[in-house]
């Protein structure tokens, strides 16, 4: 059974910075693309990053120069560098783990965390 457990969430002011971390346990043969998303109050779930099996990210113009994503496979973590937070950043940030196969012969499925809230105030 594969688990996502994010981390790194906390109060900030603005302009200041945090780095998320989403640990994935379990065994992990392939996936397709890790994603970090944010819900805030009365608002959908949006996409802020993704990070695809070759490397490739991508961005949504809200956070692009803003937000960098980043892996590290040996320890099946993914990491979302946020600087020059604002408080319309303020949101729980939950990581995706997309097309996941445990094992070889295994049909992928898509796991989520549980979240980490990030909260920027003046």
């Known amino acids: 059974q594969v688990q996502l457990l994010e981390s790194g969430g906390g109060l900030v002011q603005p302009g200041g910075s945090l780095r998320l971390s989403c640990a994935a346990s379990?065994?992990?043969?392939?996936?397709?693309?890790m994603h970090w998303y944010r819900q805030a109050p009365g608002k959908q779930r949006e996409l802020v990053a993704a990070i695809a099996s070759d490397g490739s990210t991508n961005y949504p113009d809200s956070v692009k120069g803003r937000f960098t994503i980043s892996r590290d496979n040996a320890k099946n973590t993914v990491y979302l560098q946020m600087n020059n937070l604002q408080p319309e950043d303020t949101a729980a940030y939950y990581c995706?783990?997309?097309?996941?196969?445990?094992?070889?012969?295994?049909?992928?499925?898509?796991?989520w965390g549980q979240g980490t809230q990030v909260t920027v105030f003046s």
């Open positions: 995706r783990a997309q097309g996941v196969r445990p094992r070889r012969a295994s049909l992928p499925r898509d796991y």
């Open positions: 379990g065994t992990i043969f392939s996936y397709d693309a």
